[in-house]
């Protein structure tokens, strides 16, 4: 198994400013993903993180308003840019692993943008 | 489009009783496929997986899931719930055409157990 820890936990921001996300990865995974959900409901996808190039982004979801770094095979970043009350939520970092390719997810991180 | 769905948002069950969360599923090629499990203000817990092999697959806590392809069904099950077992329940299957790669989910089944 793989223990995702994130950082933060949770955040109350101002409308307009941007907050970084940190995710790190116990051991050495293939691939890193993060998620938004809203509470209570599904999660929606919004990127691949890619060791060392660019992230991969799902339909919806640009790199100037989510940026995404991977500097590493454990480590990654999100950035929620110029953040609105509409980007309340809670974001995700999931990993798989090398050998069981199962699917790991770190405890959330709870945006609240005032 | 491949997808996953849950048709039930909400899942009543005395406890003791027999625990049914339901999961349809529409994927070209062999399905990948997954349950997670999420308690309130947590992150989510890998349950099972079907690949390949037994249609009926076991999992943590108890639990297991019945790949169904004529039915195109992957529902998790548990004999006799716990109270415990109170959360909101996700299957989730593969995005895009690396079978396993992106997984995208349904949305979600919040199971109560009563006492």
């Known amino acids: 198994s793989a223990v995702i820890s994130q950082k933060p936990s949770r955040d109350i921001c101002q409308r307009g400013t941007s907050l970084t996300i940190q995710c790190q990865v116990d051991?050495?995974?293939?691939?890193m993903f993060w998620y938004r959900q809203q509470p209570g409901q599904s999660l929606t996808l919004i990127a691949t993180?890619?060791?060392?190039?660019?992230?991969?982004?799902e339909s919806g979801f640009v790199i100037d308003k989510f940026p995404i770094s991977r500097p590493n095979l454990t480590f990654s970043t999100l950035t929620v840019s110029n953040m609105s009350p509409e980007d309340s939520s809670i974001y995700l970092c999931?990993?798989?692993?090398?050998?069981?390719?199962?699917?790991?997810f770190g405890e959330g991180s709870r945006l609240t943008v005032l | 489009a491949q997808s996953v769905a849950q048709p039930e948002d909400q899942v009543n069950v005395a406890e003791g009783n027999p625990l049914t969360v339901k999961c349809t599923y529409s994927v070209s090629g062999n399905p990948y496929l997954f349950w997670y499990v999420q308690y309130p203000n947590r992150g989510l817990q890998f349950l099972l997986k079907?690949?390949?092999?037994?249609?009926l697959v076991k999992g943590s806590y108890g639990f297991e899931a019945e790949f169904n392809k004529s039915q195109t069904s992957f529902h998790l099950k548990k004999p006799s719930a716990l109270v415990s077992d109170s959360a909101l329940y996700f299957c989730?299957?593969?995005?895009?055409?690396?079978?396993?790669?992106?997984?995208?989910f349904g949305g979600g089944t919040r199971v109560l157990v009563k006492p």
């Open positions: 989730a299957g593969p995005s895009g055409e690396a079978a396993g790669n992106k997984l995208t």
């Open positions: 999931s990993a798989r692993t090398f050998n069981t390719g199962e699917l790991f």
């Open positions: 993180a890619n060791q060392g190039s660019e992230a991969t982004y």
């Open positions: 051991s050495q995974v293939t691939m």
């Open positions: 079907y690949i390949t092999g037994d249609n």
